[in-house]
């Protein structure tokens, strides 16, 4: 956690460290009840692309996932290993959509069809990605957050969109009952590689003068897309800034983001363990079983004599 009122060498430390690295910033006004979070996550969106062999299409539509679900740990305690599941199913060619984050910036996900088609759409004379036609734009979103302290919650919302931020928000204001806004940007090269990823979140709390809320929501309202903004090499503290300008902006925390899979043997192990005698027998067949995990890909072989040795 980075307190207020950095020192001008620590500063700079800080930003050549974080230069070509993925990371979210926690912004307040000083003296208002506001909270926002800017995270850029464009290796992360890159490794998930990597990881699944996503499509562009994909490579947008999970990547705007996983900035959601990192927005999301705005809901868990900072640096805790409490986490959030953000599922989207909507009515698209995508399928499921899942993706999962946790209070230390680790982030995962996958999608059910990687190779999905890419939809475009003209929006002012411009080609962009038409997300809602790939995620579907009805269906549900669901959000389980796992607090390490007995059940995990979940609440489901309907799709309002299918473009993902504006699902968020809904989910925000509607299940957590905190006004918010969201904006989530994924741009891809020519070559189907990431360019930028990262997205922001604002959030208004109880006590808040009708000025400052007015004034936010105009700041989000005229903000430039967060892609275009990393284009122009803005970081997220910039963005945060941008938005909290006029309104004394501290920084209060800061993470490293990255994409993180913490699956081993036990837990590849765990989903065979479910399966009934005849049904083992019959995987064992024709020789050693497989089980590929469906967040890094990574493969699991084990014999029906491992098995046996629960
Ligand atoms: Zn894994």
Avoid: W
């Amino acid at each position: 956690m980075i307190q207020k009122e950095l020192g001008r060498e620590t500063k700079e430390d800080l930003r050549n460290y974080f230069e070509n690295r993925d990371y979210m910033v926690i912004a307040v006004p000083r003296r208002e009840p506001a909270r926002v979070y800017v995270v850029k996550a464009t290796s992360a969106v890159e490794t998930a692309r990597r990881v699944h062999g996503l499509s562009p299409g994909a490579t947008v539509a999970l990547g705007r996932a996983l900035v959601g679900a990192l927005l999301l740990t705005s809901l868990v305690k900072h640096a805790t290993d409490q986490k959030v599941l953000l599922k989207i199913e909507g009515d698209g060619p995508i399928g499921t959509i899942v993706a999962e984050a946790d209070g230390k910036g680790r982030v995962r996900g996958f999608v059910e069809n990687p190779q999905v088609e890419t939809f475009t759409k003209r929006v002012n004379g411009k080609k962009k990605f038409d997300v809602s036609k790939i995620v579907g734009n009805s269906g549900t979103l669901t959000v389980v957050k796992e607090l390490r302290m007995g059940t995990p919650y979940t609440s489901v919302v309907p799709l309002v969109s299918g473009e993902i931020a504006q699902d968020l928000a809904y989910y925000f204001s509607q299940s957590e009952q905190i006004p918010s806004a969201v904006g989530i940007g994924v741009l891809v090269n020519e070559d189907g590689s990431v360019r930028h990823a990262g997205g922001f979140l604002v959030q208004t709390l109880g006590g808040i003068s009708e000025k400052v809320v007015d004034l936010l929501e105009h700041r989000v309202t005229e903000l430039p897309p967060v892609t275009e903004l990393m284009e122009e090499g803005k970081r997220p503290e910039d963005i945060a800034s941008m938005i909290l300008d006029g309104l004394e902006p501290q920084l209060v925390g800061l993470k490293e983001v990255e994409y993180y899979c913490p699956c081993d043997e036990e837990v590849a192990k765990s989903s065979l363990l479910l399966l009934t005698e005849s049904e083992l027998n019959e995987l064992f067949e024709e020789g050693p079983a497989e089980v590929v995990c469906k967040f890094c890909g990574r493969v699991y072989r084990f014999t029906k004599e491992d098995i046996h040795r629960r």
